[in-house]
T-cell receptor, first 115, second 116 residues
């Protein structure tokens, strides 16, 4: 049973470009979460999605960031017009969504560097 | 608001000895879950152990156990018989059982170094 897949593992962008981060959840998991980790810090929640629905985006910056989890295909975190402050590790996690404990299993992360 | 506090930025332990990593939490929810994750230098996040707020017994998973003291709002991780491969960053996290989102709130982490 494959784990959570994220790609790319490393992404370099220049200021003003777009970054697209992809996440394929574990088989059988219908809940996806995105977190951001700045250097030397813990993970911060960004957004929680189920198939075709955003459930909680309270941690998502209001501008330039968006997320989707289509009926078919991976979840996408999109950052438009990146700035240096967007440089971070972005982790995706998935869970089965079947009550407690709804343990989240993490992907390897995408390390975004903005030049 | 929910909050997780890990007061030990760094810890050292001798190989084969036990070590306790501290975690305190704050929540007004009666139902919640507590998690520990390990992040080695390679960067991935590895789930270690879970404790539910209504669980009567402390959780155990192999060499990992969770010392859950509900009245003190603490959920310390105990690693027995430390191994060199245990050197990593360890994060305590909490989720609310009574909201419609299972988002995790993470602490700042504790770096553990196991000495040979």
């Amino acid at each position: 049973n494959a784990g959570v897949m994220q790609n790319p593992r490393h992404l370099v962008r220049r200021r003003g470009q777009e970054a697209r981060l992809r996440c394929s959840p574990m088989k059988g998991h219908s809940h996806v979460y995105w977190y951001r980790q700045l250097p030397e810090e813990g993970l911060k929640f960004m957004v929680y999605l189920q198939k075709e629905n955003i459930i909680d985006e309270s941690g998502m910056p209001k501008e330039r960031f968006s997320a989707e989890f289509p009926k078919e295909g991976p979840s996408i975190l999109r950052i438009q017009q990146v700035v240096r402050g967007d440089s971070a590790a972005y982790f995706c996690a998935s869970s089965p969504g079947q009550g407690l404990p709804d343990t989240q299993y993490f992907g390897p992360g995408t390390r975004l560097t903005v030049l | 608001a929910q909050k997780i506090t890990q007061t030990q930025p760094g810890m050292f332990v001798q190989e084969k000895e036990a070590v306790t990593l501290d975690c305190t939490y704050d929540t007004s929810d009666p139902s919640y879950g507590l998690f520990w994750y390990k992040q080695p230098s390679s960067g991935e996040m590895i789930f270690l152990i879970y404790q539910g707020s209504y669980d009567q017994q402390n959780a155990t998973e192999g060499r990992y156990s969770l010392n859950f003291q509900k009245a003190r709002k603490s959920a310390n991780l105990v690693i027995s018989a430390s191994q060199l491969g245990d050197s990593a960053m360890y994060f305590c996290a909490m989720s609310s059982g009574s909201s419609n989102t299972g988002k995790l709130i993470f602490g700042q982490g504790t770096t553990l170094q196991v000495k040979p």
